[in-house]
């Protein structure tokens, strides 16, 4: 059993840029695939970005050349970095594994980009 908590949303403009954390409450290490995922009001739950335990990473096209997902096993961490952001990225923002575990869904954290 492993407990996640995200951290770092907040408001931001269009175009601006926000670092999320995600960390674990036990190692990751042996977990191979992290990824983020975000849910907007009123869609479903998806996935925006994932990355191996050795460092390989998969974007969702919405993201791709914006976002930035990385993973620091010795911190039990995964961050995604957002740059260029969009009011299309506004949702909650949650870390899990890819594929994911209904146990370890965490509250989230609000992304929320004005225009």
């Known amino acids: 059993q492993v407990q996640l908590v995200e951290s770092g949303g907040g408001l931001v403009q269009a175009g601006g840029s926000l670092r999320l954390s995600c960390v674990a409450s036990r190692s990751i290490f042996s977990i191979d695939v992290m990824g983020w995922y975000r849910q907007a009001p009123g869609k479903q739950r998806e996935l925006v970005a994932k990355i191996t335990a050795g460092g390989s990473t998969n974007y969702a096209d919405s993201v791709k050349g914006r976002f930035t997902i990385s993973r620091d096993n010795a911190k039990n961490a995964v961050f995604l970095q957002m740059n260029s952001a969009k009011p299309e990225d506004t949702a909650v923002y949650y870390c899990?594994?890819?594929?994911?575990?209904?146990?370890?869904w965490g509250q989230g954290t609000q992304v929320t980009v004005s225009s």
């Open positions: 899990n594994t890819v594929p994911s575990w209904r146990d370890y």
